[in-house]
């Protein structure tokens, strides 16, 4: 058994992803896991792997110190090594250079048989994978997106810092619904009962009448027990609210949004994600545009049975997106299928001024222009069978000059999903809560 040494005064100088920037003969110390080992009796190999990509250690028999010949016959794979080397360029490396070991330090050990095969040589089922998933998230596939996600966030963000959005962070602790009382999850506070916040809905809106333009990235809860692909019980989403604008205005931003993070993941992961996701195609804006009632007509033409006021099932969008291959708007949604805070269309109070961006059949956001005169905001939410009373905090902000604005919540995973070619929601989210997954 091997004694594991500490780092001392090594410190790791080179990351894997530096070392072929690095010129022949310089001297490093790496510091990773050990991915695998290639024993070809005379030469070994050790594939060192760390978060930004992997390094081949060669040691030679007949060249090498016989005591690292030694120590790594009875390495495991993931233990965690330190190797002091030397870079050396080398055409019969696939990676173009190998590192000739002077020292090697083994830092924690790994146990074995592994839960999964962080090679993907043996493939993992989809539960290994989950129930090991501190394993699976070492995973370079893995690894790539979540840095992937990284950049999302980068580039949403800096959309819309560049359009006068500011980020603000709003309560996850509630008294009332905000999208209606279904799938909340309730909470014991102290003496009261409070509910975790299933979207930023309330306070987005009420903060345009300070800030105008503000946007959240948070996470929230919902009790849906559905289970399906596309839904967790915690999820992630952007939410953006705006000041004198309507439905149509944050439609054109959204897009522009979804546009802006393609060019920003294209100049930084182009040659990464074509090897994960062949798909990947930056969309052109407009995004194309479909009303409520033409798709009820687009379906019915499909041969499915459907009313108009029907919310849109699965099977429904899928009938709808085989004419829609990529990124579309579906707007003026029957106000009755919407929440109470979208304004209905002064036209057809039947019809609101919604939208739905989709993915094909995937729902990817949702927003609308939003009632801000406070006795329409009333008589909607009792439309909705909820009780004005429960929403005074919310409505006191509408007697005091609530402007007119519009907003949409994006699901940061779902998009991910679609970025990443993914169908599982559960495979781009590090550590997903449905029903019944509550660890790790
Ligand atoms: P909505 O309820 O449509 O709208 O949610 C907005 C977006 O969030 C994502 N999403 C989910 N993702 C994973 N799991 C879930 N359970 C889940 N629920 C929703 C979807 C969805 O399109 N307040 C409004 C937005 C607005 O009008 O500004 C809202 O919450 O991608």
Known sequence: MLAVDSMKTWRKTHKNSELPLTSDGSEVIVMGWLHEIRDLGSIKFLILRDSTGIAQVTIKKDEADPRLFEITSQLTRESVIAVKGVVKKSEKSKLGFEI??????????????LPLDVTGKVPADFETRMNSRFMDLRRPSEILVFKLQHEVLKAIRAFLDENGFLEVITPKILVSATEGGAELFKVQYFEKTVYLAQSPQLYKELLTSCFERVYEIGVYFRAEESNTPYHLNEFTSVDIEAAFMDYRDVMRILE???????????KKYYEELKKIHADFTEPSTPFPIITYSEAIELIRGKGMKINWGDDLTTPALRLLSEEHGS???IIDW???????????????????????????????ASGGSRIYL??????????????????????????????????WGLGLSRFLMVLTGRSNIREVVLFPRDRTRLTP
Not at 376 to 405: A, C, T, W
């Open 256 to 266: 522009e949004c979804i546009v802006h993070v393609y060019q920003h993941l294209k």
């Open 374 to 407: 406070r006795e329409e905001l009333e008589k909607s939410i009792r439309n909705k069978g909820l009780n004005p009373e429960n929403f005074q905090e919310y409505l006191k902000v509408f007697d005091y000059g609530m402007p007119p604005h519009a907003g």
């Open 100 to 113: 000739l070991p002077q020292e090697i330090k083994l830092l924690n050990v790994s146990k074995s048989p």
């Open 327 to 329: 990124y579309y708007f």
């Open 334 to 364: 029957p106000t009755k299928t919407k929440p109470f805070y979208i304004k209905p269309r002064r036209d057809d109070e039947k019809v609101s001024e919604s939208f739905d961006l989709m993915w094909r059949h995937i729902e990817l």
